[in-house]
């Protein structure tokens, strides 16, 4: 089938209401943002706001559903179901160049979700520090600076202005708070039925507000409302009005992107892999910045030095007495018995390598690794039964 026969087929109505049930549990816990690919063909939109203090400018947009693709599975949904919105935590403004990445320990299912450096760093900072609301208090500093902002992205056909209907598809990224939990509560109905289906394509609803500028620095979202999608009025022989109501047209549908798939995932191997290790390295040396990368050239070209020494020991014809012939990285096969004695404090060794946040400051790392290869090349792992078959990880079909 086709992208937009999917997008259409039976039972689409039900995913997306169950889509947004999804969204509203994952909120109780111009220039692209950093953390989507810069592969994406469509602009970036944000609401319009007031030139002048007090003055307010309308906005109006439709959210056009999606379907899943294959990093999907992350956020514990499945391939091919039909969504409105990804939700992801963000660090904002990380490192010298102020970027912005996913945060993996709040962003992901449970079942996927990984250490994050920068939570760490937060977590350190602010024990202690006693609780305040106080806008520059040091527990609110420490907070708006390391601890991760609940984003959501959004397929939007824009109606504002002409130019943005001519646009076509849109990415609106938006805060949670601000726009998401304000949508849900008005999808919910009084008399008890069925949430609203606003982003259904044939019998949504458009979303429109006001932002009124405030201050210098500030605004104010005002009136968020559903309003149903009018195309004309057309008047009858007897002089009555009736609204003429639009679909979303086919072209439109065929432009959506699928946000699993193009947001930003540090240490992502292609087909769905992701090195979690390459992920929480790459995030630690951008959020504390050259000294780390540094460090890391220095570690590795000590790994390397070792590893040309252990492979000069093995040349040697006679080696001394009682020394083992090295192989391979180096490691002594007769020295297991030592390694093992060594011990580890949060795993077992030889086996548990890089699977614990303490193994990336061991000293022992590197006889634990030596291990660990050994154990594998004797037993190749078993994949996990849950795990996804997936494949490439630019997936998208455009018709």
């Known amino acids: 089938m086709s992208k937009l026969a999917d997008l259409k087929a039976a039972g689409s109505k039900e995913e997306l209401v169950a889509a947004q049930e999804e969204a509203k549990k994952a909120g109780s816990g111009g220039d692209f943002p950093d953390y989507l690919r810069s592969e994406i063909e469509v602009s970036k ?33 499945e391939k091919g179901k039909r969504v409105y919105t990804l939700i992801v935590w963000t660090h904002p403004k990380i490192g010298a160049g102020e970027g912005i990445v996913i945060c993996p320990k709040k962003t992901f299912d449970k ?25 520059n208090s040091e527990y609110q500093k420490i907070r708006t600076k390391l601890y991760p902002k609940q984003r959501c992205l959004y397929n939007v ?71 149903n999608r009018v195309d004309h009025v057309e008047t009858d022989e007897e002089g009555n009005d009736k ?22 995932i540090h240490g992502d191997k292609g087909g769905g ?35 040309q020494r252990g492979a000069r020991t093995e040349t040697k014809e006679e080696p001394i007495k009682d020394e083992p012939v090295r192989s391979g990285r180096g490691a002594a096969s007769s020295d297991k018995g030592q390694r093992e004695e060594s011990g580890c404090p ?23 690794a030596d291990d660990n290869d050994k154990n594998w090349k004797e037993k190749e792992p078993e994949k996990s039964k849950d795990e996804p078959v997936r494949s490439g990880r630019f997936g998208r079909n455009r018709g």
Not at 48 to 73: L, T
Not at 217 to 224: A, H, M, S, V
Not at 276 to 304: C, D, F, I, P, S
């Open 45 to 77: 939109w944000g609401p319009k706001g007031g030139q002048k203090v007090g003055e307010s400018v309308y906005n109006i947009f439709d959210i056009i559903p999606y379907m899943n693709g294959e990093y999907a599975y992350l956020w514990g949904r």
């Open 111 to 135: 079942k996927y979700a990984h250490s994050c450096p920068i939570c760490e760093d937060y977590e350190r900072q602010i024990e202690g520090v006693e609780y305040s609301q106080e806008k």
């Open 157 to 227: 056909w824009v109606g504002t202005t002409q130019e943005d209907l001519e646009k076509g598809i849109q990415v609106f990224d938006a805060s949670y708070f601000r726009y998401e939990s304000k949508i849900q509560a008005l999808a919910v109905t009084k008399s008890g039925r069925a949430p609203t289906p606003f982003a259904d394509w044939e019998k949504g609803k458009s979303i429109s507000f006001s932002i009124k500028k405030t201050g210098n620095n500030t605004n104010d979202l005002e009136g968020l409302k559903f309003e």
């Open 243 to 264: 609204e003429i109501m639009y679909v979303i047209p086919d072209d439109i549908l065929e432009q959506t992107l699928t946000f699993d798939e193009i947001v930003l």
């Open 273 to 307: 892999e992701i090195d979690w290790n390459e992920n929480y390295q790459t995030l630690y040396e951008m959020h504390y910045g050259e000294k780390a990368r540094a460090a890391r050239v220095e570690k590795e070209e000590a790994k390397e030095t070792s590893r």
């Open 346 to 368: 949060v795993g077992t060794f030889g086996k548990d390598n890089g699977k614990h946040d303490e193994c990336s400051d061991c000293v022992k790392f590197d006889m634990c």
